[in-house]
T-cell receptor, first 110, second 115 residues
Framework: GQQVMQIPQYQHVQEGEDFTTYCNSSTTLSNIQWYKQRPGGHPVFLIQLVKSGEVKKQKRLTFQFGEAKKNSSLHITATQTTDVGTYFCAGPQGAQKLVFGQGTRLTINP | NAGVTQTPKFQVLKTGQSMTLQCAQDMNHEYMSWYRQDPGMGLRLIHYSVGAGITDQGEVPNGYNVSRSTTEDFPLRLLSAAPSQTSVYFC??????????????FGPGTRLTVT
């Protein structure tokens, strides 16, 4: 079935550096969601993108949905220690399933 | 609202034992699902339900059963536990998924170890 691939698997940055994670699908997605999971916690919804070329911002986080609706990215500007965690993208598989990427684990050196 | 609750938080089983992981939500969501999370594998869909009385398989359904007798509850049964089922299990609920996706609310998870 359709898969959502996410890269990189791990990213270590110095506090204040930027961070980007990428999500790619082999098929066109009707929507894409992003989640954050803090260490030891559960995934928490961040945002959903539905339109081709859509860009949404949440403070230092910028989310993009590709023009072809096959890829998406999450960019964090000037990382802070509170950004530590694993970031997941998720896309629909068929009419009723939601499948997740493998996640990108972000660690930060203060 | 309590949101999505899961019990137990931790569980240790011996190979061959059976058990039920409980999940309940109080948001009147029609859609509920179970995921397992293993290192490097992300979240993999086990089973899902689009409403009471309706369940279907996800990516990794083998060794698990589900039922949905009420809107609120969606238990996950391990029939005969195997070490490969050692994982963290998350239950989630929402108004929809797939092409009609909406925000998924996750429970706190159950950490299961099978020895």
């Amino acid at each position: 079935g359709q898969q959502v691939m996410q890269i990189p698997q791990y990213q270590h940055v110095q506090e204040g550096e930027d961070f980007t994670t990428y999500c790619n699908s082999s098929t066109t997605l009707s929507n894409i969601q992003w989640y954050k999971q803090r260490p030891g916690g559960h995934p928490v919804f961040l945002i959903q993108l539905v339109k081709s070329g859509e860009v949404k911002k949440q403070k230092r986080l910028t989310f993009q949905f590709g023009e072809a609706k096959k890829n998406s990215s999450l960019h964090i500007t000037a990382t802070q220690t509170t950004d530590v965690g694993t970031y997941f993208c998720a896309g629909p598989q068929g009419a009723q399933k939601l499948v997740f990427g493998q996640g990108t684990r972000l660690t930060i050196n203060p | 609202n309590a949101g999505v609750t899961q019990t137990p938080k931790f569980q240790v089983l011996k190979t061959g034992q059976s058990m039920t992981l409980q999940c309940a939500q109080d948001m009147n969501h029609e859609y509920m699902s179970w995921y397992r999370q293993d290192p490097g594998m992300g979240l993999r869909l086990i089973h899902y339900s689009v409403g009471a009385g309706i369940t279907d398989q996800g990516e990794v359904p083998n060794g698990y059963n589900v039922s949905r007798s009420t809107t609120e509850d969606f238990p996950l049964r391990l029939l005969s536990a195997a070490p490969s089922q050692t994982s963290v299990y998350f239950c989630a609920s929402s108004y929809g998924a797939g092409t009609g996706a909406s925000k998924q609310y996750f429970g706190p998870g159950t950490r299961l170890t099978v020895t």
